[in-house]
């Protein structure tokens, strides 16, 4: 819910990725919170059994399950020992951090200006869940020791009309969808992301906006003299736009080059999608900042899906036995609480939800995400929004460089550079 927030906040967040989250706090119990509304009732009991078991099995498979990928994927000649290990235990955390639910706890940052605060706060006190409203009282408390006055208002009668308007949105929406509700299942068949709408013409809308800056005329006469050009003349535009990213020089790499972003004309195509995504990968795409997003509430609904190395294992067995337990627990929260059973469930399972971005963010996403340290599972989704985007406007995406190899060993070439830039330092 924090990082939701869009504008004015920066979150930093602790990886679940590649590091262990098997100790335990000091009072005994392992990294996962307790939602208030259950503590000191019956199911209290079912839950902390549920995460448990999901933990143990977390831990439990930490040692073999290394092993296990040590011998899957041998040390290659191009690796040292110490590539080889880190490497290898990057993997074996990914791979088991499907066991992890959204309990898990961690830690995160934030810098800010005063007026997103202020919203984020507002936001945060009208959440139906208990923990999050306390997180609104704890975060206002702390900022109005340095800067009261931009934290006053959500204590206020306008700050509470905000949130009960957030709060009648939502009872608005359940209505609403009650009422026309049709559903019927869809089966995605590792169809990840399924592009749904997009802007028409984009070609002439982001040379438009490109050149607009220079013209002392009206956009829209602009609009209609680029209209008017050809298919080979509008190519070359972009050709021209394209190759300035990599100033003159084919030899420039690639991870260099997707740092000098495609021109601001870009953000006037648009293109939505839904999409599929187990939990944990949800939680890195969904950190994108500029596009439209909503999500549905976290589900087991959908299945879960794993890694291959997982699925062919004799571990398999483990998960499955982990996640019944965390489904059956989900289904009796669901009843009390449809937003306190999403605390249960493990990232493992797939989550949907929908973006609405624009080109030049699928250029950034496309060559961000796709890159060799990136998680198989969203490197798949990410590669997907680029694929349907350039089937439908192929000049606007000629120039993103999406990594298309695969990389099973996400660490790998990383883990080797890290080695190389140490050993450089030590000379």
């Not at 605060?117 to 409203?133: Q, T, V």
Request: charged share 30%; hydrophobic share 35%; with cysteine.
């Amino acid at each position: 819910e924090i990082q939701a927030k869009r504008v004015g906040l920066s979150p930093l967040e602790k990886s679940s990725r590649y590091v262990s989250f098997a100790a335990k706090m000091p009072n005994g119990q392992y990294q996962y919170a307790i939602p208030g509304e259950i503590k000191g009732q019956s199911i209290e009991k079912e839950y902390r059994a549920a995460m448990d078991l999901l933990f143990d099995t977390y831990v439990n498979l930490m040692d073999p399950y290394l092993e296990y990928i040590k011998s899957k994927y041998s040390q290659g000649v191009d690796e040292t020992p110490v590539s080889f290990q880190s490497s290898r235990s990057a993997k074996r955390f990914d791979d088991i951090r499907d066991l992890l639910p959204f309990a898990t706890r961690t830690n995160l940052a934030l810098y800010g200006n005063g007026r997103a605060f202020e919203d984020l706060i507002n936001r945060m006190a009208a959440h139906p869940l208990g923990e999050i409203r306390w997180w609104a009282k704890m975060i206002c408390e702390e900022l109005e020791k340095v800067v009261p006055s931009f934290v006053r208002r959500p204590k206020t009668e306008r700050g509470a009309r905000v949130q009960i308007y957030r709060n009648n949105l939502r009872s608005l929406k359940q209505d609403i969808f009650k009422d026309i509700n049709k559903e019927t299942k869809f089966d995605f068949k590792g169809q990840w992301a399924k592009l749904l709408h997009f802007t028409p013409l984009a070609e002439d809308k982001i040379i438009s906006a490109f050149l607009s800056s220079e013209s002392q005329g009206p956009l829209e006469s602009l609009h209609k003299n680029i209209s008017k050009l050809s298919a080979k003349k509008k190519k070359e535009i972009f050709d021209e736009i394209l190759t300035a990213r990599k100033m003159g020089s084919l030899d420039i790499p690639r991870q260099e080059v997707r740092f000098r972003k495609v021109p601001r004309c870009f953000e006037n195509a648009h293109y939505t999608y839904e999409l599929w995504a187990r939990g944990g990968d949800y939680r890195d795409l969904h950190r994108h900042r500029l596009l439209t997003q909503e999500r549905q509430l976290f589900t087991t609904d959908w299945g879960f899906d794993l890694e291959p190395e997982v699925k062919q294992s004799k571990f398999f067995t483990d998960f499955e036995k982990a996640f019944a337990s965390a489904v059956k627990i989900y289904k009796r929260l669901y009843k009390l609480n449809p937003y306190l059973a999403q605390y249960v469930v493990p990232y493992g399972f797939l989550q949907h939800w929908y973006i609405t971005i624009s080109a030049r963010e699928i250029y950034w996403i496309g060559e961000l995400r796709t890159g060799p340290q990136g998680r198989p599972h969203y490197r798949k989704i990410s590669q997907q929004i680029v694929a349907q985007a350039q089937k439908i406007d192929p000049l606007v995406f000629s120039g993103v460089m999406v990594d298309w190899n695969d990389y099973t060993l996400a660490r790998r070439e990383s883990e080797k550079k890290i080695e190389q830039k140490l050993k450089e330092i030590k000379k």
